[in-house]
């Protein structure tokens, strides 16, 4: 069976400061990965999308980027956090455009 | 793009009771999700379900594609039933649209 993780599952980082989040996927071969972003406890915002290997796709303008060294590893990175960058980070899978699934998330305070 | 509206925005249920969620999406869609959000932040996947009628258990789902909107049925509903349920939808594309959500508390 699939399932998919995320790390760390929270975080706590000054203003200013890097970030790197990773998410792997296991059991399926070249899934479609997805970044979203969760603020207040509220609607999800899509971040990227990939659907291979270096295909990255942004959704939003912002400081954040994506990567996808490997086929089933998705990184959302930060060269300099800033305060409104905090919030819930999902990552999630699907097999082409069909059902997502969703990782635990990484809960992100940028202080 | 697809604009997606869930009702009612918060619900409070006595345990025991039943309760309909509703959602209304602006366009064609290739792809409608049901999700719970547990206390824990944790993403549920309820149905796929673009057109026609699921159950599973105590949930079912209900999507009339031609009339854009979808119904997620809650019957005897439990405390372990409480948290935020999502509709998503998905044009053409791989973007999946969020609703709002409608947060349950459903009390013992």
């Known amino acids: 069976s699939q399932t998919i993780h995320q790390w760390p599952a929270t975080l706590v980082q000054p203003v200013g400061s890097p970030l790197s989040l990773e998410c792997t996927v296991e059991?399926?071969?070249?899934?479609?990965l997805y970044w979203y972003r969760q603020a207040a406890g509220r609607g999800l915002q899509l971040l990227f999308y990939?659907?291979?290997?270096?295909?990255i796709s942004s959704e939003v303008p912002q400081n954040l980027s994506a990567s996808r060294p490997q086929d089933r590893q998705f990184i959302l990175s930060s060269k300099k956090l800033l305060l409104s960058d905090s919030g819930f980070y999902l990552c999630?899978?699907?097999?082409?455009?069909?059902?997502?699934?969703f990782g635990p998330g990484t809960r992100l305070t940028v202080l | 793009g697809i604009q997606v509206e869930q009702s009612p925005p918060d619900l409070i249920l006595q345990e025991g009771a039943n309760s309909t969620l509703r959602c209304n999406f602006s366009d064609s869609v290739n792809n409608l999700q049901w999700f719970h959000q547990n206390p824990w932040g944790q993403l549920i996947n309820l149905f796929y379900?673009?057109?026609g009628t699921k159950q599973n258990g105590r949930l079912s789902a209900t999507t009339v594609a031609t009339e854009r909107y979808s119904l997620l049925y809650i019957s005897s509903s439990q405390t372990t039933d409480s948290g935020v349920y999502f509709c998503?939808?998905?044009?053409?594309?791989?973007?999946?649209?969020f609703g709002a959500g409608t947060i349950l508390r459903v009390k013992s």
């Open positions: 059991g399926t071969s070249n899934p479609n």
């Open positions: 379900i673009p057109s």
């Open positions: 998503a939808v998905q044009g053409y594309g791989n973007k999946l649209v």
């Open positions: 999630a899978w699907s097999v082409r455009a069909e059902t997502q699934y």
């Open positions: 990939s659907v291979g290997i270096g295909q």
